[in-house]
Structure formats: C-alpha cells, structure tokens
C-alpha cells in the first residue's frame, strides 16, 4: 500500500484521482485546497487530514515524516493549470513522485526545469494522458500502424463543451493561468494525435478567441481539420434539441469514432500503469505542450486553406464586453 497526498481536492477532476488512489488499495492520507468544499472525500478518504493553507499542509507532511516515519510516495495534482509546476515541484522536494493532471506544465521550458528536478532528487514526474488507454484510441493506432506507411488519413476533430458566464471569472478564462481554449480543453486531443500519428510537421491557426479556436495540424499520418469551443450557440441543432450541452465528434476518412463511453475507469488505469513503472512521463507530455504552446502564441491566418467547417461559425463578443466582436 502507497501513500498518496492529494492537491487540489475541491476540483471537477479531484474525484477521479480519489477514486483511483482507492481503485488501486492506496492510502490518502492528507489533501490541501485553498476551498473547503471537499464532502467528496467522505465517500473515498473520510480520515484523511484536509488542509486550506499551504503552510499547515507542509507542516503536516514534515510532522508526519519525523513523528510516524510516514512520507508520501505519490502527490496527485489535481489544481488549476498555472500552478501544476509549482505543486510538481513541491513533491519532488518531499521525496515523492508527482502525478499531475494535464497540461503538465504550460510551457515546454518548464519540462526542461522538471528533468533537471527529476535528476536532482531521482523522483519522477507523472502525467495522466488517459486517453491513450482508451479501447477505441488503441483500436485506430492499430489499424493506423498496420495501414500503409504512405497512407495519410484525413481527420475532422470537432470538441464542443459547453461554459457558462462563470467560467471567464474562474482562472480558466485567464488565457495565463489555463493556457487558452485550446490548452484547457484540447490538450488531451493533440496528445492523442501525435501518439496515434506521429510528429508535427505542420500547425495552423485560423480562429482563437476567448470562446473557441480552429486550425490545421499535418501529422506524418494524418491531416487533422480542428475546432474547439465552450460556446453553447456553436453546437449543432440536433445536440441542442436533445438538451444536451457538449458535442465530441472525430471522424477518420468520414466515418465516425465511436468515442462516446470507456471514460470511466481511464484514471484507476492510467494509476495502475505508474504504480507498474509504466506510466507517461516528462517526454511522452512533451509533443502536446509543445503543439498548445505555439498554438497559444500564433497569430490567427483567418479563413485560409484548410479550415474546419466550423470555423466560419459567427464570432461574438466576450460576454463581460458591450458591443460588437
């Protein structure tokens, strides 16, 4: 049985990593979150210490190590994106391994700082890349490796997740605390891409705003078309009619993926992979950052080439700004 601590236990994505520290027969035994809103941890950790301020939560891990002889073997960092490296870093310093929640880091110099911490303290940084241990993403790396190695696949990615007023007061409307639309909500994707397709040769941008982007990617294997939003006025009619607020789509050659399921356990798996010594570290995070990064500091080309239909969608204002886009 491992130790774990927990970062971050207020958030959407904590009670996956809680469910997967149980999953796998592991023991938390303190999380810390500036919010106190975590009755979730009743239902997996109900005697773990909980901490709101950093200060008592470091304490109480020193304590713990000098008083009980108990140190962490993993911190799970589960905080907003901006402060991913800080946490990592927190843990490498404690002589645990840290398995991070995606981005890893929002630039790809802060993997180059994490190595150097990695060597220091012969720790090892985690990262939760789930979807490449999705069935339907194994099947299509499958059938892509064994396809001819001059076949270029043709792929339409359309992500569609609707967000409320509230999400342009939290940190992920600040494009320097979440990294920007494509960061936040499509990290995953284009490390799913490169993994299944190979390397970049090729990143366009043709629409970044506050509630959506679009572009071009041209992997060694595929043509991929983009468009991400968080905008519920882009979704397509008959999503909406059904009351339904996200729309995922990715088709290859026109036919659709059916990616509509197997989420559930994806982090217990991903969790058992590292406690194996088979989980994805600095290195295998390094393709998406770099791809979210340039991303993030491109300038739009506009309607040019090869955009997604979605693309010409109709541009609209932030809503905490009057008047036209």
């Given at each position: 049985m491992k130790n774990f601590a927990l970062i971050g236990a207020s958030g959407y994505i904590a009670p996956r990593h809680l469910k997967a520290i149980k999953d796998t027969?592991?023991?938390?035994?303190?999380?810390?979150?500036?919010f106190d809103?975590?009755?979730?941890?009743?239902?997996?950790?109900?005697?773990?210490?909980?901490?709101?301020?950093?200060?008592?939560?470091?304490?109480h891990i020193e304590k713990l190590k000098h008083e009980q002889n108990i140190t962490p073997d993993y911190f799970s960092i589960c905080t907003p994106n901006y402060l991913h490296d800080s946490h990592i870093r927190m843990a490498l310093r404690r002589g645990a391994d840290a398995i991070c929640e995606k981005p890893l880091v929002l630039n790809p110099w802060n993997l180059d700082a994490l190595q150097n911490m990695e060597e220091e303290t012969g720790q090892r940084v985690w990262n939760i890349l789930q979807l490449r241990l999705h069935e339907s993403i194994i099947n299509l790396k499958k059938k892509v490796d064994a396809a001819p190695k001059d076949k270029i696949f043709e792929v339409d990615l359309t992500?569609?997740?609707?967000?409320?007023?509230?999400?342009?007061?939290?940190w992920k409307g600040d494009r320097d605390k979440s990294g920007g639309i494509a960061t936040?909500?499509?990290?995953?994707?284009?490390?799913m891409l490169s993994w299944v397709f190979g390397d970049l040769q090729r990143n366009d941008v043709h629409v970044q705003t506050h509630d959506?982007?679009?572009?071009?990617?041209?992997?060694?294997?595929?043509r991929v078309r983009w468009f991400l939003s968080i905008n519920y006025d882009v979704?397509?009619?008959?999503?909406?009619?059904?009351?339904?607020?996200t729309f995922r789509s990715?088709?290859?050659?026109?036919?659709?993926?059916?990616?509509?399921?197997?989420?559930?356990?994806?982090?217990?798996?991903?969790?058992?992979?590292?406690?194996?010594?088979?989980?994805y570290g600095l290195e295998d995070a390094r393709k998406s950052i770099e791809i979210v990064n340039d991303i993030r500091n491109a300038e739009p080309i506009g309607l040019k080439g090869e955009y997604h239909p979605f693309a010409k969608k109709e541009l609209v204002s932030h809503p905490f700004i009057k008047g036209k886009f």
């Open positions: 027969n592991n023991l938390l035994i303190a999380a810390l979150d500036r809103s975590v009755g979730i941890m009743d239902s997996f950790f109900p005697d773990a210490d909980f901490f709101v301020e950093t200060e008592r939560f470091d304490r992500y569609l997740t609707s967000r409320g007023n509230w999400y342009y007061t939290s936040n909500i499509g990290v995953h994707f284009y490390d959506r982007a679009a572009g071009y990617l041209e992997f060694k294997r595929a979704l397509p009619e008959e999503i909406k009619v059904k009351g339904q607020r990715i088709t290859i050659e026109g036919d659709e993926l059916e990616f509509s399921g197997g989420f559930t356990d994806l982090h217990t798996k991903v969790y058992q992979g590292i406690l194996d010594g088979q989980g």
